[in-house]
């Protein structure tokens, strides 16, 4: 009987283990849309679009928070491009959205000027679409804890790529074992830091921090550089030559952004 006590509470501490195991390593699975646009009549479409109709029906079947971003105005693609970031818990989530879509009435009439839009009126030019998954170091996305209001704000989109798979791999290593914290104690509050499963510039990971004004995000920037923990991993042999192109877009929340 003891014997059988015995095997009975090591199968119980085997299922939690295996439990708390499997918990740790759910990551979310990210849409990350970039909407290229060529007037301001396809920009207030899709505006419409998103605010009265996606992303109310997105909230509707379990997507909490929608982000949507736009160029600040010093950048050259300022007015021709809308970034969407949906956040889901699951690949299945994901591939089952668009079903939802199709039988959700709400959504078919709000969005019907959009999803009905004519071929020589069409609310964008093209859609630009990566499929990301959360890091291990972050495995969900979070809203900014910054407190001053969004419009305020700069949104900084970054896309690391690099030369091979492997480089690629430890650059995300690189992130997961310290890069991550130096964004945390800077008070950067990062939205989401992913790897991109599918997606344009393969092998690439992508991440979005957050900061007050422009001056606070230089600032924290210069304080990146200076950082006793960044120069103490930056000349590591395992992370040498891992970015062979830093593409960073700055961003402000559009007023119905969730994020």
């Not at 014997?3 to 990551?27: W, Y």
């Not at 928070?65 to 693609?77: C, M, N, W």
């Not at 959205?97 to 039988?103: F, P, Q, R």
């Not at 001056?215 to 992370?239: S, V």
Request: proline share 5%.
């Amino acid at each position: 009987m003891k014997q059988l006590k015995t095997l009975s509470l090591g199968f119980f501490a085997f299922f939690l283990l295996l439990s708390s195991t499997a918990f740790a390593q759910k990551r979310d699975i990210y849409e990350l849309k970039t909407y290229h646009i060529d007037s301001p009549a396809q920009e207030a479409m899709l505006d419409n679009y998103l605010e009265n109709a996606f992303i109310p029906a997105a909230h509707r079947n379990g997507i909490a928070k929608v982000g949507v971003f736009k160029p600040i105005s010093t950048q050259a693609d300022a007015g021709k491009k809308v970034y969407v970031f949906i956040p889901f818990k699951s690949m299945d989530e994901f591939m089952g959205l668009e079903g939802k879509l199709a039988k959700d009435a709400a959504y078919q009439t709000a969005g019907s000027a959009y999803i009905n839009a004519v071929y020589d009126n069409p609310p964008y030019k093209r859609i630009e679409t990566s499929i990301l998954q959360a890091m291990t170091g972050q495995p969900k996305f979070a809203e900014s804890k910054l407190t001053n209001d969004k419009k305020d704000r700069i949104y900084e989109l970054r896309s690391y790529e690099a030369a091979t798979e492997r480089l690629y791999k430890a650059k995300v290593k690189m992130f997961n074992s310290g890069e991550m914290d130096i964004f945390e104690k800077l008070n950067c509050s990062p939205i989401f830091y992913a790897e991109t499963i599918a997606g344009a510039n393969m092998p690439n990971l992508v991440y979005m921090t957050t900061h007050e004004n422009m001056d606070i995000r230089n600032e924290h920037w210069k304080q990146f550089g200076a950082d006793p923990d960044w120069a103490g991993m930056k000349d590591l042999p395992e992370y040498a030559n891992t970015v062979s192109r830093n593409d960073t877009r700055l961003l402000y929340p559009a007023e119905y952004s969730d994020l």
